[in-house]
Structure formats: structure tokens, C-alpha cells
């Protein structure tokens, strides 16, 4: 439980080194002087569940013409779930408001990669603004970088648990089974008659 404690903070530390450093500068233009380096590595969002191109259309451009906008800015889009600016009404949630946001900030690669995106890919539109049109390198992108997100996030993590645990099964298996099958090469049968009497001979210890 430890361990996994420990990769779970360290695996969160290197998003956020990532999200915050590396992918907002590249997609900012401003990681590198060569364009070409900072389109690669903008990518990175990609990576961690988002999608570079819709970023940039959002954050460039949205964000930081309306910054903290209700009804403009997608950053502050969180209600009813989460109340982020004075306009915005007070939902249900709100009594529990700082514990819910620590879980939505805790999962928001997650939603980003499996909600956000995707709704706002088939609505064409981010909050109330229409989203750039879109070129064909571009949804190319956003499709495969989505099907190796899940196949990486996902079917990878639940494939290797499975995996792990069959090999458990298998190795449990092996170890019951090998005393007997033992006694059917030492007495070159596999008689189900004898296999309690050859079992307790070989359960003997050496004099």
C-alpha cells in the first residue's frame, strides 16, 4: 500500500511537472526558439489525456483575452459542480465545494481525456464560443492520440493486473500439483489409488 501511495504522488508530481512546465510553454510557443520543437513537444498533453490543438484554441486565445469571464472562460466552467466566480449560482454542491474540487482536480486528466475533450470536439464549440475549424492532421491527431490514451491508461493497467494474477493462479496451481505429479514419475504411475500413500512416502523425511 505504501509503495503505491508513493507512485501515485510521484506519478502526479510528473503531470503536474509536465502540464505546468514543459506542455503549457511548448503550446504557448515559448519553450523553444524552433516552432517545429515546440509543436512536438506540446504534444505531451496529448499524452497525459488532452488535446493540444483544443488547448491552444482555449487557452491562448479564450483564457487570456477573457480571463475569468463567466460565460466566456472555459477555465471557470465548473458549475454546478463548483462555484468559481460570483456570477455564477450557487448549486447543491456548494456546502462540500472544497472537498469536491480536490477530487475534480484529482481526475481532471481523466476528464479531460474521456468528457471534456470529446464534447467539445462534437459540439464544435468551447462554453459559448465557437472552436476553430479543424484541419485533417488535426483530427487525425485527436483520434489516435485517444486510442493510445486508453489503450496505455486503461486496457494496458487492467490487461498487466489480470495478467499478474493468472500468473499467481498458474503458480499456485504448479505447487499443488507438482507433489503428485512426482509420485507418478517415481512410480511410473498416475493412479489416483496410490497418490495418498506415494504422497506420505515422499513427505517422509531422510533418515
Known amino acids: 500500500m505504501g509503495n503505491h501511495l508513493c507512485l501515485a504522488c510521484l506519478l502526479g508530481f510528473t503531470l503536474a511537472c509536465i502540464g505546468f512546465n514543459v506542455m503549457h510553454d511548448a503550446n504557448h510557443g515559448s519553450y523553444s526558439s524552433s516552432?517545429?520543437?515546440?509543436?512536438?513537444?506540446?504534444?505531451?498533453?496529448?499524452?497525459?489525456?488532452?488535446?493540444s490543438f483544443i488547448w491552444k484554441f482555449k487557452h491562448n486565445i479564450i483564457h487570456h483575452t477573457y480571463p475569468n469571464v463567466d460565460g466566456m472562460d472555459d477555465d471557470i466552467a465548473k458549475s454546478p459542480f463548483?462555484?468559481?466566480?460570483?456570477?455564477?449560482?450557487l448549486g447543491a454542491c456548494a456546502p462540500g465545494a472544497t472537498y469536491l474540487y480536490a477530487v475534480v482536480v484529482c481526475?481532471?486528466?481523466?476528464?479531460?481525456?474521456?468528457?471534456?475533450d470529446f464534447?467539445?470536439?462534437?459540439?464544435?464549440k468551447i462554453n459559448t464560443i465557437a472552436l476553430a475549424k479543424m484541419k485533417l492532421e488535426d483530427h487525425f491527431i485527436f483520434w489516435i492520440s485517444k486510442v493510445f490514451y486508453i489503450l496505455f491508461y486503461i486496457?494496458?493497467?487492467?490487461?498487466?493486473?489480470?495478467?499478474?494474477?493468472?500468473?499467481?493462479?498458474f503458480h499456485k496451481s504448479?505447487?499443488?500439483?507438482?507433489p503428485y505429479t512426482r509420485?507418478?514419475?517415481?512410480?511410473?504411475?498416475?493412479?489416483?489409488?496410490?497418490?495418498?500413500?506415494?504422497?506420505l512416502h515422499l513427505m517422509k523425511p531422510r533418515e
Open 82 to 89: 463548483i462555484r468559481m466566480c460570483s456570477t455564477q449560482r
Open 174 to 178: 504448479a505447487c499443488c500439483t507438482w
Open 107 to 116: 481526475n481532471k486528466f481523466y476528464d479531460m481525456g474521456a468528457i471534456q
Open 119 to 124: 464534447e467539445k470536439y462534437f459540439l464544435h
Open 155 to 169: 486496457v494496458l493497467p487492467v490487461l498487466a493486473d489480470w495478467l499478474d494474477k493468472l500468473a499467481v493462479v
Open 35 to 51: 516552432e517545429r520543437v515546440n509543436n512536438l513537444l506540446g504534444l505531451t498533453l496529448n499524452a497525459l489525456g488532452g488535446n
Open 183 to 199: 509420485c507418478c514419475i517415481s512410480t511410473g504411475t498416475c493412479s489416483r489409488r496410490d497418490e495418498h500413500s506415494n504422497l
